[in-house]
């Protein structure tokens, strides 16, 4: 079951999720990974969007999930993009060097132009 | 004497990385990962051992390299495994539950193992209950169905090996119910 103000919606093999929620836990971060993994294996998504909009603090925890995750989604040839991160979210993101390994838009309709 | 900042040695197809310096920096270790990332391309080997055992203190911008490293591995079929973490490096990992994704190993030849082992060992989600290969979307199936033959093949060779077992065995029993001479 996602997590309270966690939403999914999928369009064709688009997903796009919606945390909002200022504080993301490991546990959050988990049920939302679960609820994506099954959207590959069952509803033939491929590619996802990370709506982070309302994220203050991301878990540092919440990176190993989410890698995990994208070796799932590259596995199918997909992509993970995150969108309207805070500074603290880019931060962790940046000071990790991650950004290079998850795409990093400013809104939701670049993210989906770049699939 | 400036010390060499890394060295890279193989044993078959895994590479052995071993940063020298106590202070690991993201720039130090972005060089070794491009090295490993052309001798990966290169076809030299498909997996890497990252053996930390000199590293005191890990840049939190080495864990981006170290990624990069394990998404171009696994593009080869291989993986990347981390040995002999200090306590610092291991905390870095274990926050960041990166250690589920990697491994962290006491020693480097289990690392070495592991990742042998991990190359014959099927994909974690075929493991799991759920759908069957009927299931499965179409975007994972070409990948699948390459080693879904393995299974197949084994059952032959098995039951190829049970028929010329039961042979001699068939010819004795024949002997021993036949009439007394």
């Known amino acids: 079951m ?3 103000g966690f939403e999914v919606e999928q369009a064709g093999q688009l997903v796009t999720a919606y945390l909002r929620a200022t504080e993301v836990a490991h546990i959050d971060m988990q049920e939302l990974m679960q609820e994506c993994a099954e959207k590959i294996r069952y509803n033939n998504a491929q590619n996802f969007i990370f709506d982070l909009e309302q994220v203050e603090f991301l878990a540092s925890a ?3 999930s989410l890698v995990e995750f994208l070796q799932e989604v590259e596995h199918c040839r997909g992509q993970i993009a995150l969108v309207n991160c805070q500074d603290n979210v880019t931060f962790l993101f940046k000071v990790t060097r991650l950004d290079n390994v998850f795409h990093m838009f400013d809104d939701l309709e670049e993210a989906i132009e770049s699939f | 004497m400036n010390q060499q900042a890394y060295q890279i040695d193989r044993d078959r197809r895994v590479l052995v ?7 690991c920096m993201g720039a130090d270790l972005a060089s070794l990962v491009v090295e490993l990332c052309q001798r990966i391309d290169q076809g030299d080997a498909d997996s890497v051992v990252i053996e930390l055992s000199n590293v005191q203190h890990m840049d939190s911008c080495c864990l981006g390299r170290i990624i990069v490293l394990h998404q171009h591995a696994r ?5 990347v495994a981390l040995a002999q973490c200090q306590p610092n490096v291991e905390f870095l990992f274990k926050m960041t539950k990166l250690d589920k994704v990697l491994g962290l190993y006491d020693s480097t030849e289990n690392a070495i193992a592991e990742l042998r082992d991990r190359r014959t060992r099927p994909k974690p989600h075929q493991n799991r209950t759920g759908p069957t290969d009927s299931d499965t979307p179409r975007n994972l199936q070409p990948a699948r169905q390459t080693r879904g033959y393995a299974p197949m093949i084994a059952a032959l060779l ?24």
């Open chain 1, 2 to 4: 996602l997590p309270e």
């Open chain 2, 17 to 23: 990385a071993r940063p020298n310096r106590a202070q």
């Open chain 2, 75 to 79: 593009a080869a079929g291989g993986s």
């Open chain 2, 158 to 181: 098995r039951a190829h090996k049970r028929i010329h077992a039961s042979r001699p065995v068939a010819q004795e029993q024949t002997l021993h119910h036949g009439p007394p001479s």
């Open chain 1, 62 to 64: 919440c990176i190993g």
